[in-house]
């Protein structure tokens, strides 16, 4: 009994060495969640934001796309969905042509390009030193969304090989 009495400490020096590494397993297995849920809603938002502008971008067949018109409503939408957030996402978009039609030599393909920029704040402690982008002080991670969408034109009939 006597022996028992003088060991009473050990568990709670083993725990206060083993929580903190056990604490911070947990708070990188909730972040990566929290990152991937971010993600996905970069993700979704670049794929809207592309499909915006494919729609926006013509206004009459065979057209040369308008890029100011695509950003202008891009935007738009970006403020819908993000509201007060919307100032820290980033949003670019590009036009490239990809090629000619074969039957129709004035009809071009066109793709836009939209980027999206997402800040994800890392809440939980420790975290920031591992998987936030530089500068790591900030505790934020910086995520990419990158979408190309075929813009959608009509043809005249008049077009003419």
């Known amino acids: 009994m006597q022996f028992c009495k003088k060991r009473g400490g050990q568990v709670t020096v ?55 018109v695509m950003t202008r409503k891009i935007n738009q939408a970006k ?20 090629g000619t039609d074969p039957m129709y030599k004035r009809h071009r393909h066109e793709d836009v390009i939209v980027t999206v920029t997402y800040p994800v704040h890392l809440v939980f402690p420790g975290t920031s030193y591992i998987l936030a982008s530089e500068p790591r002080r900030e505790g934020i991670r ?11 034109k009509a043809y005249l009939s008049s077009d003419t090989k």
């Open 79 to 98: 403020q819908k969905v993000f509201g007060s957030k919307s100032g820290s996402i980033g949003v670019t978009v590009k036009v490239e042509t990809t």
């Open 14 to 68: 083993e725990l206060m060495l083993i929580l903190p590494v056990f604490m911070l397993l947990i708070f990188f297995v909730l972040e990566y969640g929290n990152i991937a849920y971010h993600t996905i809603i970069a993700n979704h938002a670049s794929y809207e934001f592309a499909r915006i502008g494919s729609l926006v971008a013509v206004n009459k067949p065979s057209g040369r796309p308008d890029r100011s």
């Open 142 to 152: 910086r995520i990419q969304a990158v979408t190309r969408m075929p813009i959608d």
